[in-house]
């Protein structure tokens, strides 16, 4: 929506705009297309969909992303793509591109300050966690769905057995009330 209102043609259309526009959305798109292709071909699953999947020949940018990753254990992230770093790494590792070698700057702490540089990074994630609510608390805080038909059903079913004494049965029969201790 951004790119359309920097782009509009408020006072007429201009080619060199229109170029400009089409080529951005152009590198968007195709930057998404090889994360979704990226997810197909790493695949390892042997159905011949999948199968032709792993075996096509790839977008060249994307065949140098996981190339490059694949050899150096370097990923990167473009200025305007919408997916993270993160994402592109913890995807090709995740369907099992391991990198033969690692950058070199690695080797330069030692594994007690290696450990201790972790260390300070996981500490205040720790702290942050800790003080999250837990999933149902963040649920019913910000987006708990409303009753369902069940269990307004439930609902109805409870207030008769208040007001009558006798639960709702099977097939619509009622019987005897039964405590719940």
């Not at 990923?75 to 592109?88: I, M, N, T, Y």
Request: one cysteine or more; glycine letters at 6%; hydrophobic letters at 35%.
């Amino acid at each position: 929506m951004t790119r359309l209102v920097q782009f509009f043609p408020f006072d007429g259309i201009s080619k060199a705009a229109v170029d400009r526009y089409n080529q951005v959305s152009r590198e968007e798109l195709e930057h998404v297309r090889d994360f979704v292709v990226m997810h197909y071909h790493l695949n390892e699953r042997d159905e011949p969909l999948w199968k032709y999947c792993r075996e096509m020949e790839l977008p060249p940018g994307l065949a140098e992303r996981i190339q490059v990753f694949r050899d150096t254990g370097y990923a990167w992230q473009g200025e305007d793509e919408l997916f993270r770093l993160d994402s592109w790494t913890h995807c090709m590792l995740g369907k099992g591109v391991m990198p033969r070698s690692h950058h070199p700057l690695t080797r330069a702490l030692s594994d007690t300050d290696l450990k201790r540089l972790l260390e300070s990074v996981r500490k205040p994630i720790d702290a942050v966690v800790a003080a999250m609510p837990s999933q149902e608390q963040f649920i019913d805080s910000y987006c708990k769905a409303p009753p369902s038909a069940q269990e307004q059903m439930y609902a109805r079913a409870r207030q008769h057995e208040r007001v009558t004494g006798k639960v709702a049965g099977v097939g619509g029969g009622l019987g005897p009330v039964r405590r719940r201790c």
